[in-house]
């Protein structure tokens, strides 16, 4: 399996090198040459296997340059009891009808990011250790607050990487904060920025298509890579647990065999609906996607219209992970729904860096509507939906996870048919205790997002995450702060490079 260029600006290369890259170095993303499919026996036959089985034989698909037994050692050093707590690593379970929701959250950092980057670190490894690399590799992360912590927890203390994550600083919640400064390792580095999510993310991605500070770096014996989610080894990982769930449902006789399910995603930077979206090409019966998204909601207007506009202000809301107005992988997307189309890829996001916004053409909008919907959820409708959920089910579910739901009630009202639908529950609830201690109306004010953690736990008797507890007892590692034109100097610091 060869990985291309969304762009058409650079020459097919293999998994590990696409890995080791992180991007395109001229820009644009590594996506699969084609995608591999899973007969229907082989899916219906999952329902038989264990999650690392699946893992290992979607892996083996796309990254056929690595030997079975070197991805048999990373998905042991992943998926494992020690990393996650939960059996079959993410849990479907039944919320109502036939609403599932499938709880990503069981790993080390409570977020779904760590179903990817505890793999992810191995994968990259191999990758090195078959280029007999001998650069050391600085991981640049931008984070909108649960990608950064799950990074820094996978590549803590790897030897031969160091790692280097950008937050805006007043763009994620209290813990997620404390998550992140708290990081210990002799390899990590934590820097909050003045600004937002996408400026962080711009920043990053121009620093990967800038020559000169490449060759600098190079010079000085390292490379840059990403753990984001335009890393091909951070995607494919994602694609692994659309097809669990559906195994699982298929063992709980939820869904016969070919029965086609709707998948809810709530969605920020595109990576975990388009790894949904993978394991629907790959042969998983889909009947729609919908993609959530919160007050920016940007992509929800996109899907309706066909225009992709930057010009509307970023909103700062209680699901922070989702506060995202450039959707990265919205490009691979494309690229794939417009059968590999370089030309149209490098118009539409020329449009988008020189005029903030692109149209897609009719038929490419017809053939997305025809799988995907979009959606959004207001802030009252998110608290209004954690409320209800407590009320009614007694499970208490965080601000993304809330968008999520509410998003597919939505949806549902114009539905005829009754389909199962599997709903991403991307963070643990309390990882945004203040918000949905606020949501729940019980007229408890704690300030304090820590001591907020018991009172959730007494509210709910729902456990507090191991990850979280006991955070504001650890100290405090990283300090660093910068706004957006100092990144670079605060690399070539942080790296010691005059
Ligand atoms: N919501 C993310 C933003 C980055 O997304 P990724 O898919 O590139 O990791 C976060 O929490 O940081």
Redesign the pocket.
Known sequence: MKYISTRGNYQPVEAAQAIRLGMVPAGGLFVPEKVPIFSQDTIYNMKDNTYQEIALMVLEEFLSDYQESELEDCIRKAYNEKNFTSDGMAPVLNLDDNIYIMELWHGPTA?F?DMALQLMPHLLLKALQKAEFSKEVVIL????????KA?LEGFKDIPGIRIIVF?PAEGVSKIQEAQMTTTTGSNTYVVAVEGN?DEC?NSVKEIFADRDFNSLISRQGYQFSS????NWG?LVPQIIYYFAAYASLLRDDVISKGQKIDITVPT?????ILAAYYAYRMGLPVHKFVCASNDNKILTDFLRTGEYNLERDFIKTISP??D?LIS??LERFLFEITGHNADKINKWYDDLKNKGCFKIDDPTRKKIAGIFVGEYASETETKNTIKKVFRDYNYLVDTHTAVGIRVYQKYRQNLAEDIPVIIDSTANPYKFSKAVLDSLETGINTVNEFAILDTLNKISGQDIHRALKDLDKQEIKHYRNCDTSKIRKEIKDILNIN
């Open positions: 977020a990011k992360v931008a984070t909108s607050g649960d990608t950064g990074a937050y999510f993310q753990a984001n989610s335009i951070r920020g930077n595109f990576g975990n992970s989702m995202i990265s992988n």
